[in-house]
């Protein structure tokens, strides 16, 4: 039987299993949407293609699979942009149907008209234009093959209407093979073997877990690894969940707003153990000093990110899961005493962590709300409730990246390498898209909140009851910390004292606004914005003047740190 | 340093701009590129030259592996391989210079291809040395225009660049 491009796109995700999609209808893709039209994919509208593309990231990032979504052709591909960018810098797997003129009319400038293979080449892993009916399904299994395999990233597949239109026999390929394209997922033996070496031979190693780790669903591995060996762990933003936060052995986060035990750790190891992190300039500050007499491990299922930044003395090139249990089976044999090993090093890293802890001066019972405190609490009510986290950008985004605990992968979302603002939220939709009972909270700005705020409308017709806890300053509060210590307090454009009333404008849409104003309130506000099964926005009025610590500036080192 | 990168690529619509624009967006320089059908018409090749230290090279082998659309890439700068380039250069002629431009042209081997009362056009084939050198002897008399091929390169003896071989050394399967 022939079936339509667009039945054949229909048939395609539903034979891979897909059960969401997210996107925005226009004249490009009407017979992509009249194929949707009851069909058995489901499907969510947005309010902005954006968020359409952060929702499926957020999708991704919680569930581990391909998020999807669809979106017209001119406008509606190039309002993906940053979306894909921000996707591609974390390694996210996503595909993103775009719709596209008529073949024969591609390149005349034609009405909703963008080259947008071209606009994305630089922040997609790949892109396909499909000219032929006949190979749309086929585009539709490489296309997902590619984006969830090897180093996950956003695939791109622009769809000419007229593609969408015409017919053809519908078979679903059931396998992929690409001549070009085999990544590498067993680790090395040898090389293995020699990293294995090296650790035992290390007097204070430190293992630096980016989101490599979360990618590769190598958490329990770690976990086994590190509480066996007692090598104290930090994370990247990127690798938050990875390791448990409360435990003995855990850091927390490394790197500018990293904490003193994570970044002097990092600065006086031995060996320092790189596993899915990529040494980026937020972790490392000034590249020449950073670890400087440590021997390195990178491992890494991109040979590109070992040796971009800092060179690697024990290269190991493959997927986490495989290396991580190949380690432990090293770790299972072996007879060192790790715990007597180690000893001296962990009483070092105790100390550190005790006389410098994340801290910050609480707010008194009618004093301005302190954003920490904010933070605390929520992680407080909510810690029993396994929730899953999204944040903004900002200084929002460090405090709670700092102050929240963390027990299970795939519980942060966060925009590591873009920094994207208008992330948050519309992640935080993806994730409650992909599982309505969790708890999803998001941890927002006041400026950020507002680059996505359109899809409180989303959430309320699709009953995504997340959980926005706005961290309202009055500013663009991180780039009016950096004003403040780096260009002579003149906070150009960054105070926005003009923003909306959140608590009404959340009941304009028909979601639940709270508002705390003192710091006796803040726990109120929380206990009933989590209890409410509706999407809520809790608008906490914070101290505008606080500011995130440790900090490294930027390019510095750790002799650098400013502390609390 | 000056290397020598051969690639085979899938002979598809956009691979030229996924190549060139990893150069570009990552900030690598290109001496020249050079693209063309192989034995298999569904494969391309390319020939660049490009200039780094060992770092930026080894960065540009492993983005470059990192293409879908490439099949393979051999930096053959320390390999033995045979290199060429082509160049058409005109010259002005004159009755005073014309024996001169004759005799340099056939010490380089080269032809002269086009012939009218005031030019000559000069084929050159040879490595970039050779060709820069005649460039080099044929200005005074003349230079009007030049074009070049950039170099196209293959390792010398039996060794081919096939597909055979995973994409990547650090291939563990
Ligand atoms: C799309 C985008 N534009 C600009 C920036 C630059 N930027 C980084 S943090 C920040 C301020 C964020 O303010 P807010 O969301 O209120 O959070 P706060 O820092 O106050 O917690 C800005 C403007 C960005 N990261 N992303």
């Not at chain 1, 591609?106 to 630089?122: K, S, V, Y």
């Not at chain 1, 790949?126 to 093959?145: C, M, N, P, Q, W």
């Not at chain 1, 969940?241 to 003193?260: R, V």
């Not at chain 1, 992968?409 to 994207?420: E, K, N, V």
């Amino acid at each position: 039987m022939k079936l339509s491009g667009a039945q054949i796109f229909v048939e395609s995700l539903l034979k891979e299993g897909v059960d969401l999609i997210f996107g925005y209808p226009g004249g490009a893709v009407l017979p992509l949407y009249d194929a949707l039209y009851k069909s058995k994919l489901k499907h969510l509208r947005v309010r902005h293609e954006q968020g359409a593309v952060h929702m499926a990231d957020g999708y991704s990032r919680a569930t581990g699979r391909c998020g999807i979504c669809v979106v017209t052709s001119g406008p509606g591909a190039t309002n993906t942009v940053t979306g894909i960018a921000n996707a591609y810098m974390d390694s996210i797997p996503l595909l993103v149907f775009t719709g596209q003129v008529n073949v024969e009319m591609i390149g005349n400038d034609a009405f909703q008209e963008a080259d947008i293979i071209g606009i994305t080449r630089p922040c997609t892993k790949h892109s396909f234009l499909v000219r032929d009916v006949r190979d749309l399904a086929k585009t539709i299994k490489e296309g997902l093959y590619i984006a969830t395999t090897g180093k996950p990233g956003p695939v791109l597949i622009d769809l000419p209407k007229n593609v969408l239109l015409a017919t053809a026999d519908f078979s679903y390929p059931k396998s992929v093979s690409i001549r070009s394209y085999h990544p590498t997922y067993e680790g090395h033996p040898a090389q293995i073997k020699k990293a294995f070496q090296a650790i035992k031979s290390a007097s204070k190693p430190v293992l630096y877990i980016g989101g490599g780790m979360i990618t590769a669903n190598a958490g329990k591995e770690l976990y086994k690894f590190a509480m066996k060996t007692k090598i104290p762990v930090t994370t990247t933003l990127m690798g938050m969940g990875a390791f448990p936060s409360d435990n003995a052995i855990s850091l927390g986060m490394l790197g500018m707003h990293g904490t003193y035990s994570a970044n002097m750790a990092v600065h006086e190891t031995d060996l320092l153990l790189a596993l899915g992190s990529r040494f980026d300039d937020r972790v490392t500050g000034k590249l020449d000093q950073f670890s400087p007499s440590s021997k390195v491990v990178h491992v890494d299922i991109d040979p590109g990110s070992i040796g971009k930044n800092v060179s690697a003395d024990i290269p190991v090139v493959g997927d986490l899961l495989d290396i991580m249990k190949k380690l432990n089976q090293h770790v299972q044999k072996d007879k060192t005493g790790w715990k007597e090993k180690h000893k001296d090093w962990l009483t070092q890293i105790a100390e550190w962590k005790k006389r410098y802890p994340l801290k910050y001066k609480p707010a008194k019972k009618d004093g301005k709300i302190k954003p920490q405190q904010v933070i605390e609490a929520i992680d407080e009510f909510a810690k029993d409730k396994s929730p899953i986290y999204s944040t903004e950008v900002g200084q929002a985004q460090m405090w709670a990246a700092q102050f929240l605990s963390f027990t299970e992968p795939r519980t942060f979302l966060s925009s590591g390498g873009l920094g994207t603002m208008g992330f948050g939220f519309p992640a935080a939709l993806g994730a409650q898209a992909a599982d309505q009972k969790r708890l999803v909270i998001c941890i927002a700005g006041d400026g950020s909140i507002q680059m996505n705020i359109q899809e409180l409308a989303t959430a309320i017709e699709n009953g995504l009851n997340v959980k926005v806890a706005i961290l309202n300053n009055g500013t663009l509060g991180m780039v009016r910390q950096w004003q403040e210590f780096f260009h002579g307090k003149r906070y150009s454009s960054s105070i926005m004292p003009n923003y909306p009333d959140f608590v009404k404008l959340a009941e304009a849409y028909g979601a639940v606004g709270l508002r705390a104003t003192k710091t006796s309130e803040v726990k109120s506000v929380i206990k009933k914005g989590l209890s409410v099964n509706k999407p809520v926005f809790m608008e906490f009025v914070c101290d505008p003047s606080e500011n995130v610590f440790p900090m490294v500036p930027a390019g510095k080192t750790v002799k650098d740190m400013m502390l609390a | 340093m000056k290397h020598t990168i051969t690639i085979l690529v899938e002979n598809r619509f956009g691979v030229l701009s996924r190549v060139s624009g990893l150069f570009s967006g990552r900030g690598f320089n290109i001496e020249s590129l050079t693209v063309g059908e192989t034995e298999d018409p569904a494969v391309s090749r390319m020939t660049i030259v490009t200039r780094g230290d060992d770092k930026i090279v080894e960065q540009i082998n492993k983005q470059l592996n990192k293409l879908i659309d490439v099949i393979k890439v051999r930096d053959v700068t320390a390999e033995e391989f045979v290199d060429r380039e082509l160049m058409l250069v005109k010259v002005s002629a004159t009755e005073k210079n014309r024996a001169e431009i004759l005799r340099i042209t056939d010490i380089f081997r080269g032809r002269i291809v086009d012939v009218s009362p005031k030019a000559y056009t000069i084929e050159v084939t040879g490595s970039d040395g050779k060709i820069d050198a005649f460039l080099e002897i044929i200005k005074p008399l003349g230079l009007k225009e030049v074009a070049r091929t950039g170099k196209i390169a293959l390792s010398r003896g039996s060794k081919m660049l096939t597909e055979k071989n995973n994409k990547d050394k650090n291939n563990g399967r």
